[in-house]
């Protein structure tokens, strides 16, 4: 989806030039990397509430030689899947630890375990005994991830990169009053409504949802929404808004096409026929001319 979304912030035009990329849950961040990386965006700011996986960033950011050469140094067994998971089991229990012992226990549990969620009830890739196709190592080249590491460092005392921690809602809602709102393109990935509390840390409430969708139809800022497929995204918690519907392509099980919606701002510039993916079909789900003619059909409250 990189293409698509560096083109999305070239289109986009203002009373100020849009030159941040903000992503308020941020995760891995592959999106806005992947920006910096193609020189597609100027700079990026990254929030994210996990309080592992904003050591991570932080010791990225702050101290990208050391993280990496701790990660250029790590020889991934079952052992040291443990060892990391129980950092995060005291970072959970209260425990105040530092960035770079917490980010380092971040990293391994995310690159060693089956989900990649960063948190203690995760289990290994390869399972207890590591006696399959794949370990724990089976995602871990250490020279390459280290590299990574000083990739992200580089950006961050370059300053195209920034990160804080906190509350995406509450970082979303304080743009408006920011004075920089105009500067910004908002990439909101949120949980997914279906499966987001198995599939993340941090979970979301259906209240949490609604927050966040009263907070986004009030932003002034331009953004763009990605959700799962379900029908309270357009008919509940944007029901006035443009919605793409589109292909993701999974071959995890059995080779299938699944579906996901993007939301997008009234004040967000986008091509009438846009292709989010290099493969797969996307098609308005509501388009701008919907919204005009109020004719789309609307489900039963």
């Not at 840390?201 to 932003?219: I, P, R, S, V």
């Not at 919907?290 to 039963?300: G, I, K, N, S």
Request: aromatic letters at 8%.
């Amino acid at each position: 989806m990189s293409g698509f979304l560096g083109g999305l912030f070239a289109d986009q035009t203002g009373p100020m030039d849009i030159e941040i990329w903000m992503e308020p849950f941020a995760g891995g961040a592959g999106a806005g990397l992947a920006l910096l990386a193609a020189g597609r965006v100027p700079e990026v700011w990254l929030v994210d509430q996990n309080p592992a996986l904003s050591a991570m960033w932080r010791a990225m950011c702050d101290q990208g030689e050391e993280l990496a050469a701790r990660v250029a140094a790590t020889v991934p067994n079952l052992a040291v899947w443990h060892e990391a998971k129980a950092v995060l089991q005291a970072s959970e229990a209260g425990e105040q630890l530092e960035d770079l012992d917490l980010g380092l226990a971040a990293f391994l549990v995310n690159r060693c375990s089956r989900s990649g969620i960063v948190n203690s009830r995760v289990g290994p890739i390869g399972g207890k005994h590591q006696d399959g196709r794949w370990t724990v190592a089976s995602r871990f080249n250490a020279a390459e991830l280290a590299e990574r590491i000083r990739r992200v460092h580089r950006f961050a005392q370059q300053g195209q990169l920034r990160f804080g921690e906190g509350d995406a809602i509450a970082h979303i809602a304080d743009l408006n009053d920011s004075g920089i709102g105009d500067e910004l393109l908002l990439f909101v990935d949120p949980p997914y409504l279906r499966e987001g509390n198995r599939l993340y840390a941090n979970g979301m409430t259906a209240a949490d949802h609604q927050a966040l969708a009263d907070t986004l139809n009030t932003c002034q800022t331009p953004w763009l929404l990605t959700y799962d497929n379900e029908p309270l995204v357009p008919d509940r918690l944007y029901p006035d808004c443009r919605v793409l519907a589109y292909e993701i392509p999974n071959t995890a099980n059995q080779q299938r096409v699944a579906w996901e919606y993007a939301v997008l701002s009234d004040n967000l510039r986008i091509d009438n026929d846009p292709q989010l993916l290099r493969r797969g079909d996307a098609v308005w789900l509501r388009s701008e001319a919907d919204l005009r003619a109020q004719t789309w059909p609307r489900r039963a409250a």
